[in-house]
């Protein structure tokens, strides 16, 4: 491992849901707060995972809203406690829970907030009437907070005299990171976990030769647990998923989060091939009632879909490190949360 130092990007908390207590960000924290490694965000990153967290409890409210509609015709059936719960979600008052939660973990984990006070003005400029990197064509306006950000960075590393990995999925943060020597640039989370991990040489070698050994075994117990998930339907939220086969699984990335003598904590990026029926109402051949202000919905629909996407996945193996072993493997999830949302590229609305 070259530095200790690592910038996160506001990409890396939506990749991982915003969920700060998921596998990934918790190891971050934790090394962060063991003073193992030195984390920096921008004043910009800061505030635009607050925005997203934000966001989320907007839509979330929004879907209440939804619910609450749909639940009308059980008004007199619902239990009180229920309604007066649900009417106690106000908007304010979530998202100070949800920032309360934000904030906590950047002091909780020593995070670094670098200000855009020290930036060079005449630097942001030049980038930006160039089309240099992170100002790529097409989108200029909207790389201003990423160009802030990394000219924050610049300058305080230049003060601290040290490299750092800038640890981000943007493109634009990769073509200007390529151009400063200090700058060390990984694409997701994961991979800079594996750099940690093989610094401590000898586990990390121990547990890809158990992964390289047991590939078949491991797939089979990935495509086990990745079918038997709960799936949703993109292109129609009213319809069902059923009967999911998978038709293949191949591994494209393996990664060590944790690593001890006896446990390893795995991130996995899988390429997944499923098959699966899709049943919802009809809207093609339903009819508008003018009255009631609502389609009337005669029959279903019920078609075969293929699906095929990459996915992040988690999953936990107990090893005898002396005799090169796994002995069980252990929790498994794909980080997008226990509900997988499957999208079907066609034109048509339903199908």
Request: aromatic content about 10%; charged content about 30%.
């Amino acid at each position: 491992m070259e530095t200790k130092n690592i910038f996160v990007d506001t990409q890396v908390f939506v990749q991982q849901g915003l969920k700060l207590e998921n596998q990934q960000l918790r190891r971050l924290y934790e090394l962060g707060k063991d003073e193992r490694i030195r984390i920096f965000i921008s004043e910009v990153v800061k505030q635009e995972v607050a925005g997203k967290f934000a966001n989320k409890v907007h839509k979330a409210l929004q879907s209440k809203k939804s619910m609450m509609k749909e639940l009308e015709v059980l008004e007199d059936l619902l239990p009180p406690e229920l309604t007066s719960a649900l009417e106690k979600c106000d908007e304010p008052s979530l998202i100070e829970v949800a920032l309360s939660k934000w904030y906590a973990f950047i002091e909780g984990a020593n995070v670094q907030v670098i200000s855009p006070d020290n930036i060079c003005n005449s630097e942001l400029l030049s980038l930006y009437f160039s089309g240099s990197f992170p100002f790529s064509d097409g989108k200029k306006k909207s790389e201003f907070p990423d160009a802030i950000s990394l000219l924050s960075l610049k300058s305080q590393i230049k003060d601290i005299g040290e490299k750092i990995y800038v640890i981000s999925g943007d493109k634009d943060l990769k073509g200007f990171c390529d151009k400063q020597e200090e700058f060390i640039y990984i694409n997701h989370l994961a991979e800079f976990f594996d750099i940690y991990n093989r610094s401590e040489e000898r586990l990390s070698e121990v547990v890809h030769r158990l992964l390289e050994r047991n590939e078949a075994w491991l797939l089979e117990a990935l495509g086990d647990a990745f079918i038997n998930c709960d799936f949703i339907y993109e292109n129609d939220y009213e319809a069902d998923v059923e009967d999911p086969v998978l038709k293949y699984i191949d591994i494209v990335e393996t990664n060590i989060i944790t690593v001890d003598s006896r446990r390893a904590e795995i991130s996995i990026l899988a390429e997944v091939g499923m098959q699966a029926d899709i049943c919802g109402p009809d809207y093609d051949n339903a009819m508008w009632d003018s009255e009631e202000k609502e389609y009337i919905v005669f029959d279903s629909y019920k078609v075969t879909r293929e699906f095929d996407s990459v996915y992040s996945m988690s999953i936990v193996i107990l090893l005898d490190e002396k005799q090169e072993y796994i002995t069980t493997l252990g929790d498994f999830s794909v980080d997008e949360g226990t509900t997988i949302s499957l999208h079907y590229d066609d034109s048509s609305w339903q199908k």
